[in-house]
């Protein structure tokens, strides 16, 4: 494994990783295209490793409600040429698709963390590729797919479910040939969720480093956030800061978000409130 990645398996970690999200999309719902040119994307995210980011996450396929598909071929042009440039620059870089191509091409060209929105529900082939390769994986719940995730979510028990969803796509992952030690896993905040659901799993997401797995949250910039304090998508730092803050206070072992420079300065502080090493249970 990377090893700016065995510090998040660690159980014995004092402190939490930034990922810096770096979307090259035209349509993603924060930065609107700005980065879609690659070399602006390479920019940013050079940006953001100086920042404080220990990962760059790196997506061509917008997975915002009712964003639609992207073809294979038109998400590896986007991809792979700041996969490339970025993984050849320094940081340690992740490849955040559903398709197990698109995941090969990227750790190929220097990519070491699979961040699967799916879960391994996508692409038949993505959780053998996955084992083959030997990367990590980031396993997220959501609710559907992106196209129906937010048409009216009911869940009876947001919590149970989504960690019902989480044990079973742990207990896939494992039956296609991935370790334990190589899997994260992601309540999916804001995938097929209420502002109540996204709340709750944040008060509640003990219950997920409880699981034994290192836990990763995206409340970056998020409607729900926009909804609580009725602010566009470019005013929710501070929003994201609590989110965070609470998040890490629980035990998350990585932070998925735009704003890394402040993001990072937050996560230092209650990195150091919390004190000694984050108990996660083992295996
Ligand atoms: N959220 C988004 C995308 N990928 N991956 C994980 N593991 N967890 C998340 O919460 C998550 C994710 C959506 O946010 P963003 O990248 O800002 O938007 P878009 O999907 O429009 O690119």
Redo the contacts with the bound molecule.
Sequence with gaps: MHSSLSQIFDPGRRSTMIMG?L?V?P?????GGRYLAAEEAIRRGLEMAEEGADLI?V?GE???PG?QPVPLEEEIRRVLPVVERLAAAGPAISV?TTKAEVARRAVEAGAVLV?D?SALRFDPQMATEVARMGVPV?L?HMRGTPQDMQQDPVYADVVGEVKAFLNERIAFAASAGIPSDRVMI?P????GKTVAHNLEILRRLSEFTALGYPV???????SFLGKILDLPVEERVEATAAAVAIGVWQGAAVV?V?DVRAIRRVVRVVDAIRGSAVKVDRR
């Design positions: 999200v979307n999309t349509d993603s719902f924060s930065d996450d997506g917008s997975s915002r964003a955040d961040n929105i980031v997220m992601d999916g905040i804001g995938f990763l949250i995206g409340p970056s910039r998020k998925r735009h």
